[in-house]
């Protein structure tokens, strides 16, 4: 089992090799959590993620003989670009497999920092196992992105960190994926200090950790009571892609599920329109570039009830590697969610000045419109009606009410999608 004299070894080991992050406390987003909320901004790291904590642990515990037989690793993007920075800086030649739908910016950034990446399978987990068979091959030293002690203990100097920055704290928010972090983290501060409440945050897409979990208590004779809330909400394992990558993992480690389910009080998820709401408030209040499973965390925190109101809570960014064409949809995608971008049908006669009522009743609302579109031919009404579709940009949802109202003024009916 992983212990906090581990990760202080890490810790020194890894001093100077890699960034010490900052502890940001948010006005802001503490003003919408009703809570104090502070950020462990690990996307300041150099790759962009605190992957570069557990890579750095690993590989310098390795020997001359093992770093002339080379490594290997798999993943989505972010502890790939860790072992290629720091393998590069140890002289290792390094090999990466990753997802062939891995984003191109990942890919490319793994490359740049000198290693050599080969694209296989759908996700994390075909990509593991090629893996794994090619280090079979050759020789090679597999460095696991979350099942490894040294790689835990790497991770789990964020914690000893935390403890430097701020002096009391009653929660900590944690991204879990594979669970590295989360048991690297949950190590040292249940330890440091037992009282203070760990939170697991997974997307409800790939709720590995929550599932691994129940399927435990499913055949024990006796159930944690850290864990009791683990059965609240139905989940299951889809087939369907995340925007939090990052942590799209179906298979958990063996031995960050032990740490998990003795250390860490609770497993949350999250929705994708939650995640995307999250990144785009980081964006926005913060002037914080994260990625899905970076924003995880604040998601959670501003979406379920947690029960830490007037609380001083740290809630850790874990990365910040998101592609531009998908950190464009995710605006998107956050701006519905927060009631900011909606879309309305309007039903009304097929006759001249129509479309000039409709656009002033959102002009007195003070909405703007983003797009238009007339449909005669195919809305299926009857002769002489039209369906008018409105894309608006409003303040949230109390505008969008105000729409409403100056549309039924206005004498249309109409439907908001």
């Known amino acids: 089992m992983l212990s906090v004299a581990d990760v202080e070894r890490a810790q020194v080991r890894i001093a100077g090799k890699v960034r010490r992050t900052p502890l940001s406390e948010s006005a802001a987003l503490s003003r919408l959590a009703g809570c104090q909320v502070h950020l462990k901004l690990e996307n300041l790291q150099f790759t962009g993620s605190f992957k570069e904590r557990g890579a750095a642990a690993r590989l310098l515990t390795l020997s001359q003989a093992e770093r002339a037989r080379g490594v290997i690793t798999a993943s989505a993007g972010n502890h790939a670009q860790a072992v290629a920075l720091h393998a590069s800086r140890l002289g290792v030649v390094a090999t990466v497999v990753m997802p062939e739908a891995t984003p191109l910016v990942k890919v490319q950034a793994t490359e740049t920092h000198g290693a050599r990446v080969t694209l296989y399978g759908a996700g994390y987990d075909d990509a593991a196992e ?45 991204p879990v994926g594979g669970g590295g972090l989360i048991a690297g983290i949950a190590t040292v501060l249940r330890e440091k200090k037992p009282e203070l409440r760990i939170i697991g945050v997974e997307s409800r897409t790939f709720p590995s950790m929550r599932r691994a979990l129940e399927s435990e208590l499913a055949v024990s004779s006796s159930r944690s009571p850290s864990l009791a809330q683990l059965s609240e909400p139905p989940i299951g394992i889809t087939g369907r892609k995340t925007i939090a990558d990052g942590i799209a993992v179906r298979r958990v480690g063996q031995l960050t599920r032990q740490i998990v389910k003795k250390l860490v009080d609770e497993i949350v998820l999250v929705d994708e329109e939650e995640i995307a709401e999250a990144i785009l408030l980081l964006l926005e209040r913060e002037r914080t570039v994260a990625e899905g499973a970076g924003a995880v965390g604040l998601a959670a925190l501003l979406h379920r009830d947690l029960g830490l109101a007037g609380k001083r809570v740290v809630v850790v960014i874990s990365g910040g590697n998101i592609d531009v064409n998908l950190m464009s949809r995710v605006i998107q995608r956050g701006l519905v969610k927060s009631g900011r971008l909606c879309r ?74």
């Open 130 to 174: 090629r893996a794994a068979q090619v280090a079979a091959e050759t020789g090679a030293i597999y460095v696991h992105p979350f099942d490894d002690l040294e790689v835990m203990a790497g991770q789990g100097t964020i914690a000893l960190e935390l403890l430097e920055q701020l002096e009391d704290f009653d929660a900590v928010i944690v």
């Open 344 to 417: 309305f049908y309007v039903t009304a006669p097929d006759v001249a000045g129509t479309l000039h009522g409709i656009t002033g009743a959102v002009a007195v609302a003070r909405a703007n419109i983003v797009s238009i579109e007339h449909d005669r031919a195919f809305s299926g009404l009857e002769l002489g009606q039209t369906r008018v579709e409105l894309v608006i940009e409003t303040n949230g949802s109390d505008h969008i009410v105000a729409v409403e109202a100056e549309l039924t003024k206005a004498g249309f009916e109409y439907r908001r999608a």
